[in-house]
Protein backbone atom coordinates (compact mmCIF):
# COMPACT_ATOMS: atom_id res chain seq x y z
CA UNK A 1 0.00 0.00 0.00
CA UNK A 2 1.24 3.40 -0.91
CA UNK A 3 2.01 6.39 1.88
CA UNK A 4 -0.19 8.13 0.15
CA UNK A 5 -3.29 5.97 -0.17
CA UNK A 6 -3.28 5.06 3.18
CA UNK A 7 -4.30 8.47 4.89
CA UNK A 8 -7.31 8.46 2.32
CA UNK A 9 -8.06 5.09 3.69
CA UNK A 10 -7.65 6.00 6.82
CA UNK A 11 -9.74 9.00 6.59
CA UNK A 12 -12.76 7.33 4.90
CA UNK A 13 -12.55 4.70 8.62
CA UNK A 14 -13.00 7.82 10.58
CA UNK A 15 -15.67 9.59 8.71
CA UNK A 16 -17.45 5.97 8.93
CA UNK A 17 -16.67 5.56 12.19
CA UNK A 18 -17.92 9.16 13.14
CA UNK A 19 -20.80 8.73 11.32
CA UNK A 20 -22.00 5.24 12.76
CA UNK A 21 -23.63 7.56 15.40
CA UNK A 22 -26.42 9.04 12.78
CA UNK A 23 -29.99 7.58 12.52
CA UNK A 24 -32.77 8.58 9.92
CA UNK A 25 -35.63 7.07 12.40
CA UNK A 26 -37.15 10.56 13.78
CA UNK A 27 -37.58 10.82 17.54
CA UNK A 28 -40.13 8.33 18.96
CA UNK A 29 -42.86 9.71 21.01
CA UNK A 30 -45.89 7.30 22.68
CA UNK A 31 -48.82 8.23 21.04
CA UNK A 32 -51.26 10.46 22.98
CA UNK A 33 -54.79 9.19 24.43
CA UNK A 34 -57.18 10.94 26.22
CA UNK A 35 -57.42 9.97 29.47
CA UNK A 36 -60.70 10.71 31.94
CA UNK A 37 -59.85 12.25 35.41
CA UNK A 38 -61.41 9.79 37.18
CA UNK A 39 -63.94 6.49 36.56
CA UNK A 40 -67.39 6.92 36.36
CA UNK A 41 -68.46 3.75 37.88
CA UNK A 42 -65.86 4.64 40.50
CA UNK A 43 -68.87 5.56 43.94
CA UNK A 44 -65.47 8.05 45.93
CA UNK A 45 -63.46 9.26 42.38
CA UNK A 46 -61.79 12.05 45.06
CA UNK A 47 -60.99 9.63 47.50
CA UNK A 48 -57.11 8.93 47.69
CA UNK A 49 -56.45 5.73 47.05
CA UNK A 50 -53.28 4.06 48.36
CA UNK A 51 -53.79 0.43 48.00
CA UNK A 52 -52.40 0.01 44.64
CA UNK A 53 -48.51 0.02 44.10
CA UNK A 54 -48.28 2.87 41.93
CA UNK A 55 -44.85 3.12 39.43
CA UNK A 56 -44.16 4.68 36.39
CA UNK A 57 -44.35 2.22 34.50
CA UNK A 58 -45.61 -0.66 36.41
CA UNK A 59 -46.47 -2.78 33.37
CA UNK A 60 -42.84 -4.75 34.25
CA UNK A 61 -43.54 -5.08 37.91
CA UNK A 62 -44.73 -8.48 38.79
CA UNK A 63 -48.22 -8.84 39.19
CA UNK A 64 -48.46 -10.43 42.52
CA UNK A 65 -50.78 -13.33 44.25
CA UNK A 66 -53.38 -10.98 44.35
CA UNK A 67 -55.71 -14.37 44.16
CA UNK A 68 -54.58 -14.21 47.74
CA UNK A 69 -57.49 -11.52 48.97
CA UNK A 70 -60.18 -14.04 48.58
CA UNK A 71 -58.38 -16.55 51.22
CA UNK A 72 -59.07 -19.62 49.70
CA UNK A 73 -56.32 -21.82 50.13
CA UNK A 74 -57.55 -24.30 47.07
CA UNK A 75 -57.71 -21.52 44.83
CA UNK A 76 -54.01 -20.66 45.79
CA UNK A 77 -52.52 -24.23 45.24
CA UNK A 78 -54.04 -24.05 41.93
CA UNK A 79 -52.71 -20.71 40.73
CA UNK A 80 -49.29 -21.75 41.85
CA UNK A 81 -49.68 -23.99 39.05
CA UNK A 82 -50.02 -21.85 35.88
CA UNK A 83 -46.74 -21.18 35.85
CA UNK A 84 -45.06 -24.20 35.56
CA UNK A 85 -47.71 -26.07 33.81
CA UNK A 86 -49.75 -23.58 31.40
CA UNK A 87 -49.23 -24.17 27.80
CA UNK A 88 -50.04 -20.73 26.59
CA UNK A 89 -47.60 -19.53 29.67
CA UNK A 90 -44.93 -21.62 28.03
CA UNK A 91 -45.64 -20.58 24.61
CA UNK A 92 -45.32 -16.77 25.49
CA UNK A 93 -41.96 -17.75 27.58
CA UNK A 94 -41.33 -18.98 24.33
CA UNK A 95 -41.96 -16.20 22.47
CA UNK A 96 -40.10 -14.10 24.16
CA UNK A 97 -36.83 -16.30 24.55
CA UNK A 98 -36.97 -16.28 20.44
CA UNK A 99 -37.64 -11.91 20.54
CA UNK A 100 -34.99 -11.50 22.41
CA UNK A 101 -32.49 -14.04 20.61
CA UNK A 102 -33.69 -12.10 17.22
CA UNK A 103 -32.63 -8.52 19.03
CA UNK A 104 -29.13 -10.72 19.73
CA UNK A 105 -29.05 -11.18 16.21
CA UNK A 106 -29.63 -7.72 14.67
CA UNK A 107 -26.94 -6.27 17.61
CA UNK A 108 -24.19 -8.71 16.08
CA UNK A 109 -24.44 -6.75 12.81
CA UNK A 110 -22.48 -3.75 14.93
CA UNK A 111 -19.22 -6.09 14.90
CA UNK A 112 -17.12 -7.16 12.27
CA UNK A 113 -17.90 -10.99 10.86
CA UNK A 114 -14.62 -13.28 10.12
CA UNK A 115 -14.56 -16.75 7.93
CA UNK A 116 -11.72 -18.38 7.39
CA UNK A 117 -10.94 -21.45 5.23
CA UNK A 118 -8.47 -23.89 3.83
CA UNK A 119 -8.77 -25.05 0.36
CA UNK A 120 -7.09 -27.53 -1.74
CA UNK A 121 -7.25 -27.41 -5.58
CA UNK A 122 -5.33 -28.34 -9.20
CA UNK A 123 -6.35 -26.37 -12.03
CA UNK A 124 -5.58 -26.26 -15.89
CA UNK A 125 -4.56 -23.42 -17.95
CA UNK A 126 -5.83 -24.15 -21.87
CA UNK A 127 -2.88 -25.19 -23.63
CA UNK A 128 -4.18 -22.37 -26.13
CA UNK A 129 -3.91 -19.61 -24.04
CA UNK A 130 -1.45 -17.06 -25.40
CA UNK A 131 1.40 -15.45 -23.61
CA UNK A 132 1.06 -17.71 -20.22
CA UNK A 133 4.02 -19.40 -18.84
CA UNK A 134 1.15 -21.72 -17.64
CA UNK A 135 -0.74 -22.58 -20.38
CA UNK A 136 -1.08 -26.42 -20.94
CA UNK A 137 0.31 -26.74 -17.50
CA UNK A 138 -1.57 -28.70 -14.31
CA UNK A 139 -1.00 -26.50 -11.15
CA UNK A 140 -1.66 -27.66 -7.58
CA UNK A 141 -2.49 -24.68 -5.06
CA UNK A 142 -2.83 -24.74 -1.47
CA UNK A 143 -4.15 -21.73 0.86
CA UNK A 144 -5.37 -20.95 3.93
CA UNK A 145 -7.50 -17.19 4.76
CA UNK A 146 -8.72 -15.37 6.79
CA UNK A 147 -11.32 -12.21 5.51
CA UNK A 148 -12.60 -9.81 7.71
CA UNK A 149 -15.44 -7.40 6.70
CA UNK A 150 -17.45 -4.64 8.81
CA UNK A 151 -20.62 -2.24 8.18
CA UNK A 152 -19.86 0.91 10.05
CA UNK A 153 -23.74 1.77 10.83
CA UNK A 154 -23.20 4.99 8.97
CA UNK A 155 -27.16 5.76 8.18
CA UNK A 156 -28.24 3.82 11.17
CA UNK A 157 -29.84 1.08 9.72
CA UNK A 158 -28.27 -1.50 11.88
CA UNK A 159 -29.76 0.59 14.64
CA UNK A 160 -33.01 1.13 13.94
CA UNK A 161 -33.27 -2.63 13.65
CA UNK A 162 -31.35 -3.52 17.06
CA UNK A 163 -34.27 -0.52 18.64
CA UNK A 164 -37.10 -2.41 16.68
CA UNK A 165 -36.10 -5.83 17.58
CA UNK A 166 -35.66 -4.53 21.11
CA UNK A 167 -38.75 -3.02 21.43
CA UNK A 168 -40.47 -6.11 20.23
CA UNK A 169 -38.84 -8.25 23.00
CA UNK A 170 -40.15 -5.72 24.95
CA UNK A 171 -43.63 -6.41 23.64
CA UNK A 172 -43.36 -10.23 24.05
CA UNK A 173 -41.88 -9.75 27.75
CA UNK A 174 -45.37 -7.90 28.36
CA UNK A 175 -47.63 -10.54 26.47
CA UNK A 176 -45.96 -12.77 28.98
CA UNK A 177 -47.27 -11.16 31.55
CA UNK A 178 -50.57 -10.52 30.13
CA UNK A 179 -50.71 -14.06 29.32
CA UNK A 180 -50.22 -15.13 32.82
CA UNK A 181 -52.88 -12.16 34.04
CA UNK A 182 -55.28 -13.34 31.49
CA UNK A 183 -54.72 -17.35 32.72
CA UNK A 184 -54.97 -16.63 36.62
CA UNK A 185 -57.75 -14.58 36.22
CA UNK A 186 -59.54 -17.16 34.45
CA UNK A 187 -58.67 -20.21 36.73
CA UNK A 188 -60.35 -17.85 39.38
CA UNK A 189 -63.51 -16.90 37.62
CA UNK A 190 -63.91 -20.79 36.70
CA UNK A 191 -63.26 -21.90 40.54
CA UNK A 192 -65.81 -19.73 41.74
CA UNK A 193 -68.22 -20.43 39.15
CA UNK A 194 -67.63 -24.17 40.10
CA UNK A 195 -68.21 -23.09 43.42
CA UNK A 196 -71.35 -21.54 42.71
CA UNK A 197 -72.39 -24.57 41.59
CA UNK A 198 -71.17 -26.51 44.13
CA UNK A 199 -73.68 -23.95 46.59
CA UNK A 200 -76.27 -24.96 44.55
CA UNK A 201 -76.15 -28.04 44.48
CA UNK A 202 -76.42 -28.37 48.14
CA UNK A 203 -79.38 -26.42 48.00
CA UNK A 204 -80.84 -29.04 45.59
CA UNK A 205 -79.85 -32.06 46.96
CA UNK A 206 -81.08 -30.59 50.54
CA UNK A 207 -84.47 -30.06 48.67
CA UNK A 208 -84.37 -33.17 47.29
CA UNK A 209 -84.18 -34.69 50.80
CA UNK A 210 -86.93 -32.33 52.14
CA UNK A 211 -89.13 -33.58 48.80
CA UNK A 212 -88.53 -37.25 49.32
CA UNK A 213 -89.42 -36.71 52.88
CA UNK A 214 -92.56 -34.27 51.84
CA UNK A 215 -93.60 -37.24 49.14
CA UNK A 216 -93.72 -39.74 52.12
CA UNK A 217 -96.09 -37.87 54.15
CA UNK A 218 -98.40 -37.52 51.41
CA UNK A 219 -98.44 -41.00 50.77
CA UNK A 220 -99.39 -41.93 53.81
CA UNK A 221 -102.27 -39.13 53.93
CA UNK A 222 -103.56 -40.78 50.45
CA UNK A 223 -103.48 -44.10 52.18
CA UNK A 224 -105.26 -42.72 55.28
CA UNK A 225 -107.75 -40.78 52.75
CA UNK A 226 -106.98 -37.69 53.86
CA UNK A 227 -105.94 -36.16 50.72
CA UNK A 228 -106.59 -36.95 47.05
CA UNK A 229 -104.24 -38.06 44.62
CA UNK A 230 -103.12 -34.60 43.42
CA UNK A 231 -101.11 -34.07 45.90
CA UNK A 232 -99.16 -37.53 45.30
CA UNK A 233 -98.21 -36.30 42.12
CA UNK A 234 -97.69 -32.85 42.99
CA UNK A 235 -95.33 -33.97 44.97
CA UNK A 236 -93.41 -36.64 42.91
CA UNK A 237 -93.12 -33.91 40.12
CA UNK A 238 -91.31 -31.35 42.78
CA UNK A 239 -89.15 -34.23 43.59
CA UNK A 240 -88.46 -35.43 39.90
CA UNK A 241 -88.08 -31.95 38.48
CA UNK A 242 -85.23 -31.08 41.41
CA UNK A 243 -83.26 -34.16 40.95
CA UNK A 244 -83.26 -33.46 37.10
CA UNK A 245 -82.13 -29.57 38.11
CA UNK A 246 -79.48 -31.35 40.32
CA UNK A 247 -78.23 -33.64 37.51
CA UNK A 248 -77.99 -30.57 35.32
CA UNK A 249 -75.87 -28.75 37.82
CA UNK A 250 -73.34 -32.25 37.68
CA UNK A 251 -72.86 -31.65 34.05
CA UNK A 252 -71.95 -28.15 34.25
CA UNK A 253 -69.63 -28.59 37.37
CA UNK A 254 -67.60 -31.32 35.41
CA UNK A 255 -66.86 -28.80 32.17
CA UNK A 256 -65.70 -26.39 34.52
CA UNK A 257 -63.64 -28.86 36.26
CA UNK A 258 -61.97 -29.90 33.08
CA UNK A 259 -61.46 -26.38 32.12
CA UNK A 260 -59.39 -26.02 35.24
CA UNK A 261 -57.56 -29.07 34.77
CA UNK A 262 -56.61 -27.49 31.36
CA UNK A 263 -55.76 -24.53 32.32
CA UNK A 264 -53.01 -25.65 35.07
CA UNK A 265 -51.76 -28.30 32.50
CA UNK A 266 -53.37 -31.57 33.42
CA UNK A 267 -55.07 -33.68 31.51
CA UNK A 268 -59.39 -33.61 32.21
CA UNK A 269 -59.14 -37.53 32.86
CA UNK A 270 -56.97 -37.43 35.65
CA UNK A 271 -57.87 -34.02 37.38
CA UNK A 272 -60.52 -34.04 40.26
CA UNK A 273 -61.63 -31.26 42.17
CA UNK A 274 -64.15 -32.40 44.88
CA UNK A 275 -66.91 -30.19 46.22
CA UNK A 276 -66.04 -28.49 49.34
CA UNK A 277 -67.83 -29.07 52.95
CA UNK A 278 -71.00 -25.98 53.78
CA UNK A 279 -70.57 -25.09 49.82
CA UNK A 280 -74.13 -23.33 50.59
CA UNK A 281 -72.80 -21.39 53.62
CA UNK A 282 -69.60 -20.46 52.14
CA UNK A 283 -70.81 -18.84 49.67
CA UNK A 284 -73.14 -16.96 51.82
CA UNK A 285 -70.34 -15.69 54.26
CA UNK A 286 -68.09 -15.11 51.43
CA UNK A 287 -66.40 -11.30 51.76
CA UNK A 288 -65.84 -9.49 48.41
CA UNK A 289 -62.35 -7.52 48.94
CA UNK A 290 -62.60 -3.84 48.51
CA UNK A 291 -60.77 -2.84 45.23
CA UNK A 292 -59.25 0.39 44.96
CA UNK A 293 -59.49 1.61 41.03
CA UNK A 294 -56.81 3.94 41.42
CA UNK A 295 -56.48 6.64 38.58
CA UNK A 296 -57.12 6.23 34.62
CA UNK A 297 -53.95 7.38 34.43
CA UNK A 298 -52.63 4.57 36.66
CA UNK A 299 -54.47 1.94 34.53
CA UNK A 300 -52.32 2.64 31.48
CA UNK A 301 -48.81 2.30 33.77
CA UNK A 302 -49.93 -1.60 34.86
CA UNK A 303 -51.91 -3.12 31.94
CA UNK A 304 -49.39 -5.18 30.40
CA UNK A 305 -51.54 -5.43 27.24
CA UNK A 306 -50.99 -1.52 26.57
CA UNK A 307 -47.63 -1.75 27.37
CA UNK A 308 -47.05 -4.19 24.83
CA UNK A 309 -49.05 -2.23 22.20
CA UNK A 310 -46.91 0.38 23.16
CA UNK A 311 -43.64 -0.86 22.71
CA UNK A 312 -44.85 -2.48 19.53
CA UNK A 313 -45.38 1.47 17.83
CA UNK A 314 -42.12 1.88 18.70
CA UNK A 315 -40.82 -1.60 17.11
CA UNK A 316 -42.89 0.11 14.01
CA UNK A 317 -41.46 3.89 14.63
CA UNK A 318 -37.57 2.21 14.31
CA UNK A 319 -38.91 0.33 11.27
CA UNK A 320 -39.68 3.50 9.37
CA UNK A 321 -36.14 4.57 10.28
CA UNK A 322 -34.47 1.13 8.59
CA UNK A 323 -37.13 1.82 5.62
CA UNK A 324 -35.57 5.09 5.38
CA UNK A 325 -31.46 4.04 5.34
CA UNK A 326 -32.27 1.72 2.62
CA UNK A 327 -31.94 4.82 0.43
CA UNK A 328 -28.46 5.18 1.17
CA UNK A 329 -25.56 3.85 0.24
CA UNK A 330 -23.62 1.13 2.19
CA UNK A 331 -19.85 1.36 3.33
CA UNK A 332 -18.29 -2.12 3.71
CA UNK A 333 -14.81 -2.47 5.03
CA UNK A 334 -12.99 -5.59 3.88
CA UNK A 335 -9.57 -7.19 4.59
CA UNK A 336 -8.01 -10.70 3.55
CA UNK A 337 -4.72 -12.28 4.73
CA UNK A 338 -3.69 -15.42 4.52
CA UNK A 339 -0.52 -18.29 2.96
CA UNK A 340 -1.31 -19.74 -0.66
CA UNK A 341 1.28 -22.15 -2.90
CA UNK A 342 1.75 -24.61 -5.45
CA UNK A 343 3.23 -26.72 -3.58
CA UNK A 344 2.84 -27.54 0.54
CA UNK A 345 6.27 -27.65 1.58
CA UNK A 346 6.63 -23.98 1.49
CA UNK A 347 3.37 -23.10 2.31
CA UNK A 348 4.33 -21.62 5.31
CA UNK A 349 7.04 -19.46 4.15
CA UNK A 350 6.89 -16.02 3.83
CA UNK A 351 6.32 -15.46 -0.05
CA UNK A 352 3.95 -17.39 0.61
CA UNK A 353 1.67 -14.36 1.89
CA UNK A 354 -1.04 -12.55 0.57
CA UNK A 355 -3.37 -9.86 1.65
CA UNK A 356 -5.59 -7.33 0.64
CA UNK A 357 -7.37 -4.29 2.61
CA UNK A 358 -10.17 -1.91 1.08
CA UNK A 359 -13.38 -0.17 1.90
CA UNK A 360 -16.65 -0.43 -0.39
CA UNK A 361 -19.13 2.01 -1.14
CA UNK A 362 -22.29 0.43 -2.83
CA UNK A 363 -25.76 2.19 -3.22
CA UNK A 364 -28.37 0.97 -5.13
CA UNK A 365 -29.56 3.59 -8.40
CA UNK A 366 -32.50 1.87 -9.50
CA UNK A 367 -34.96 -1.22 -7.77
CA UNK A 368 -38.21 -0.06 -9.69
CA UNK A 369 -39.78 1.34 -6.60
CA UNK A 370 -38.90 -1.60 -3.98
CA UNK A 371 -37.41 0.84 -1.42
CA UNK A 372 -40.37 3.35 -1.90
CA UNK A 373 -43.29 0.34 -1.40
CA UNK A 374 -40.98 -0.87 1.90
CA UNK A 375 -41.23 3.03 3.51
CA UNK A 376 -45.13 3.34 2.55
CA UNK A 377 -45.36 0.02 4.33
CA UNK A 378 -43.30 0.62 6.84
CA UNK A 379 -45.20 4.43 7.87
CA UNK A 380 -48.55 2.05 7.39
CA UNK A 381 -47.62 -0.70 9.85
CA UNK A 382 -47.05 2.19 12.26
CA UNK A 383 -49.98 3.71 11.63
CA UNK A 384 -51.99 0.15 12.38
CA UNK A 385 -50.19 -0.08 15.41
CA UNK A 386 -50.86 3.31 16.93
CA UNK A 387 -54.77 2.39 16.29
CA UNK A 388 -53.94 -0.73 17.93
CA UNK A 389 -52.39 0.99 20.80
CA UNK A 390 -55.07 3.59 21.48
CA UNK A 391 -58.31 0.66 20.66
CA UNK A 392 -56.46 -1.37 23.73
CA UNK A 393 -56.37 1.72 26.12
CA UNK A 394 -60.16 2.26 25.04
CA UNK A 395 -61.01 -1.48 26.36
CA UNK A 396 -59.22 -1.36 29.17
CA UNK A 397 -61.16 1.87 30.12
CA UNK A 398 -64.49 -0.53 29.00
CA UNK A 399 -63.96 -3.18 31.01
CA UNK A 400 -62.91 -1.32 34.05
CA UNK A 401 -65.91 0.46 33.71
CA UNK A 402 -68.17 -2.83 33.12
CA UNK A 403 -66.96 -4.50 36.00
CA UNK A 404 -67.30 -1.50 38.51
CA UNK A 405 -70.72 -0.83 37.77
CA UNK A 406 -71.17 -4.43 37.36
CA UNK A 407 -69.77 -4.59 41.45
CA UNK A 408 -72.14 -1.48 42.83
CA UNK A 409 -75.25 -3.00 40.96
CA UNK A 410 -74.28 -6.96 42.69
CA UNK A 411 -73.77 -5.64 45.53
CA UNK A 412 -77.39 -4.10 45.69
CA UNK A 413 -79.01 -7.24 44.27
CA UNK A 414 -76.85 -9.48 46.97
CA UNK A 415 -78.86 -7.24 49.78
CA UNK A 416 -82.32 -7.25 47.92
CA UNK A 417 -82.09 -11.14 46.87
CA UNK A 418 -80.84 -11.84 50.36
CA UNK A 419 -83.84 -10.53 51.58
CA UNK A 420 -85.94 -12.28 49.29
CA UNK A 421 -84.61 -15.41 50.08
CA UNK A 422 -85.38 -15.19 53.82
CA UNK A 423 -88.68 -13.81 53.30
CA UNK A 424 -89.35 -16.95 50.43
CA UNK A 425 -88.18 -19.44 53.28
CA UNK A 426 -90.73 -17.83 55.79
CA UNK A 427 -93.71 -18.00 53.57
CA UNK A 428 -92.50 -21.78 53.27
CA UNK A 429 -92.80 -22.58 56.37
CA UNK A 430 -96.14 -20.66 57.20
CA UNK A 431 -97.72 -22.51 54.01
CA UNK A 432 -96.34 -26.27 55.34
CA UNK A 433 -97.57 -25.09 58.74
CA UNK A 434 -101.20 -24.23 57.22
CA UNK A 435 -101.50 -27.48 54.72
CA UNK A 436 -100.16 -29.70 57.94
CA UNK A 437 -103.48 -27.83 59.27
CA UNK A 438 -105.39 -28.55 56.10
CA UNK A 439 -106.05 -25.37 55.29
CA UNK A 440 -104.34 -25.25 51.86
CA UNK A 441 -104.05 -27.91 49.63
CA UNK A 442 -100.54 -29.00 48.84
CA UNK A 443 -100.31 -27.17 45.54
CA UNK A 444 -99.62 -24.12 47.79
CA UNK A 445 -96.83 -25.82 49.24
CA UNK A 446 -95.01 -26.70 46.18
CA UNK A 447 -95.80 -23.13 44.99
CA UNK A 448 -93.95 -22.07 48.05
CA UNK A 449 -91.25 -24.83 47.98
CA UNK A 450 -90.67 -23.59 44.13
CA UNK A 451 -90.32 -19.91 45.16
CA UNK A 452 -88.13 -20.36 47.87
CA UNK A 453 -85.85 -22.62 46.37
CA UNK A 454 -85.71 -20.02 43.23
CA UNK A 455 -84.66 -17.51 45.34
CA UNK A 456 -82.09 -19.25 47.38
CA UNK A 457 -80.27 -20.05 44.07
CA UNK A 458 -80.67 -17.15 42.37
CA UNK A 459 -78.80 -15.36 45.89
CA UNK A 460 -76.07 -18.09 45.04
CA UNK A 461 -75.68 -16.94 41.51
CA UNK A 462 -75.66 -13.29 41.85
CA UNK A 463 -72.84 -14.08 44.76
CA UNK A 464 -70.54 -15.93 42.24
CA UNK A 465 -71.30 -13.36 39.75
CA UNK A 466 -70.20 -10.62 42.29
CA UNK A 467 -66.88 -12.69 42.64
CA UNK A 468 -66.50 -13.21 38.60
CA UNK A 469 -67.09 -9.32 38.64
CA UNK A 470 -64.62 -8.99 41.55
CA UNK A 471 -61.73 -11.09 39.47
CA UNK A 472 -62.51 -9.40 36.66
CA UNK A 473 -61.86 -5.63 37.69
CA UNK A 474 -58.81 -7.23 38.92
CA UNK A 475 -57.98 -8.47 35.65
CA UNK A 476 -59.26 -4.96 34.09
CA UNK A 477 -57.00 -2.61 36.71
CA UNK A 478 -53.62 -4.15 35.76
CA UNK A 479 -53.75 -7.38 38.60
CA UNK A 480 -51.30 -5.87 40.75
CA UNK A 481 -52.56 -6.70 44.51
CA UNK A 482 -50.47 -4.28 46.88
CA UNK A 483 -51.39 -6.20 50.10
CA UNK A 484 -49.86 -9.12 48.74
CA UNK A 485 -47.99 -8.57 45.21
CA UNK A 486 -44.11 -8.62 46.10
Partial sequence: MSTQRFPLRLGVLAIAVALAACSTTAPYQAPTVEIPAHYAGQSNPDASNTAWRVASPADAAPRGAWWTVFGDAELNSLETRIDVSNQSVRKALANLAEARATTDYQRAGFLPTMTAGVAQDRYRTSANKQGSSLAGKTIPDYSMGVTATWEPDVFGRIRDEVTSANATA?????????????????????????????????????????YTRALAIVQDQLRNGAIDASAVAQAQTQLDSTRTQARDID??????????????????????LPPVQNAQGAMAGFELPVIPAGLPSQLIERRPDIAAAERRV???????????????????????????????APWLSAPSLFWSLGPQLVGTIFDGGKRSATLHAASAH????????????????????????????LADESTTQQHAAQAA??????????FNAGAVS???????????????????????????????????LGGTWNGNAS
Avoid: W
Avoid at 315 to 328: K, L, P, S, V
Avoid at 425 to 434: D, K, P, S
Fill in 170 to 210: QASAADLEAVRLSMSAQLAVDYFSLRSLDAQKQLLDDSVRA
Fill in 251 to 272: VSRAQLQHAIATLIGEPASIFS
Fill in 314 to 344: AAANAQIGAAHAAFFPNLVLSATAGLESSMF
Fill in 382 to 409: YDGTVADYRQTVLTAFEQVENNLSALQA
Fill in 425 to 434: QQALQLTTNR
Fill in 442 to 476: YLDVVTSQTIALTNQRDAVVIEGRRMTACVRLIEA
